[in-house]
Every structure is written in structure tokens, then in C-alpha cells.
């Protein structure tokens, strides 16, 4: 069978795409390895996880979370509402992330503020 390139590929049947065996290549663009991944392997990468933080009322605005070390995180839930991620210098609803430690735009508001962290890898 002659190779065939990305966009001579058949596209994939609805139900095809919901069956967790089939595979796809994933590259490393610095390498050019690829390796091949089935679709439940790509589900539990990407599915979205929460980590739920109680204040102990010393974090002042540093919250240092080792579930969230070097994960990318989607949203941040406060007991105040959201707060939003910026680059840097936070105003009172927002945070940075450096990849270990979520700074916070105003501290913790004392023992048991709730935060809820939506996070992939």
C-alpha cells in the first residue's frame, strides 16, 4: 500500500472516533519520533482534573500545590468566585502561575478558604 499524506487520510465514522483502541501517531517536533497513542490513552491525558486546596490561613498570596507542578491549570474557583490568570502583577481577582506556585492578586482570607483548581497535564 503507497503512503499516503495527512490529507489523503479517510476521515474517521462517528463511531470509529468514540472507540477507545484506535491510534493515532503523536511526534516530538525537536526528535521527529513518533510514537503511537490509542484514544483512551489521549482521553486520561487530556481530561480535565481537579485538586480541591484548603487554606491553612499562612499562605498570605503564595499557594504552593505540588499536584499542580508543571500541569497547566484551566481555571481557578475562590469561595469569592473566579479569579483569572494573568502574566503578571495580579489585581484582586486574578493569579499568576509559574509552573510550582499560584500567586494570588490579594492573601488568603484566613484558615479554610476554599479553592478549586481545574488542571490537565
Known sequence: MASKKINQLDALSDNEVNTNTNLFAIADPTTGLAKKGTVAQARLA???KTVKYTATGSENVTLTIGALSGKTILMVMRE???IYE???APNSSE???NGTDVTLGVAVGG???RFLFLYIN
Do not use: K, W
Request: net charge negative; glycine share 14%; proline share 13%.
Open 111 to 113: 484558615a479554610g478558604e
Open 86 to 88: 494573568v502574566v503578571s
Open 46 to 48: 487530556f481530561t480535565p
Open 80 to 82: 469569592s468566585g473566579p
Open 95 to 97: 493569579f499568576t502561575f
